[in-house]
């Protein structure tokens, strides 16, 4: 069986990417095979060009203060991005659907693999999952694949950063 790869790696890749940019078409190679995309033919500046441009999309649709908003810009991304559904078995690990044509250059299915893992993302798991860490000096931007939902830091050490400054702001001494 084959997960739809449209879902939480899609949005967990485009926050990864926009948390941390890629500096050129190699890393932007590397990190993609690293989360599982499969990179086919050469990565070229133009690549990186378009994902950075799909990137800035991106993080306008988690900066959204509502859901019609929310929905408008992802809706701005799709139609940018995606092609007709299509089942396709390109790297022989099984049959599965692509949203986008076969042979396309990587900025071309990122765009698709962001656009569409997101509003899949939104719709399959409420409009709210896609948020900046609620620590002031941290602007990172995560999904919330949380079983609750209600994540509300981009990582461990920021939630525990955060439960210290809490602490403090009570004026309880620390231990010793």
């Not at 690549?47 to 019609?68: C, F, H, N, P, Q």
């Not at 900025?107 to 962001?114: C, T």
């Amino acid at each position: 069986m084959h997960l739809n790869p449209y879902g939480e790696d899609a949005v967990n890749l485009a926050a990864d990417l926009a948390n941390r940019r890629p500096t050129d078409a190699g890393e932007l190679t590397e990190r993609c095979r690293a989360a599982g995309v499969a990179v086919e033919g050469p990565v070229t500046p133009e690549d990186l060009d378009r994902v950075g441009a799909i990137l800035d999309a991106w993080e306008k649709v988690v900066d959204a203060t509502d859901e019609s908003e929310r929905a408008a810009l992802v809706n701005e991304m799709l139609a940018a991005a995606a092609a007709h559904p299509r089942m396709t078995n390109h790297v022989g690990s099984g049959w599965h659907l692509h949203y986008r044509d076969d042979g396309r250059p990587l900025g071309a299915v990122l765009s698709s693999l962001i656009s569409v893992g997101t509003a899949l993302h939104l719709t399959g798991r409420g409009m709210h999952r896609l948020s900046r860490c609620a620590v002031t000096e941290c602007a990172k931007v995560f999904a919330d694949t949380s079983r609750t939902g209600r994540r509300r830091y981009c990582s461990q050490r920021c939630a525990n950063r955060d439960a210290v400054r809490r602490h403090h702001a009570r004026g309880v001494p620390p231990a010793r």
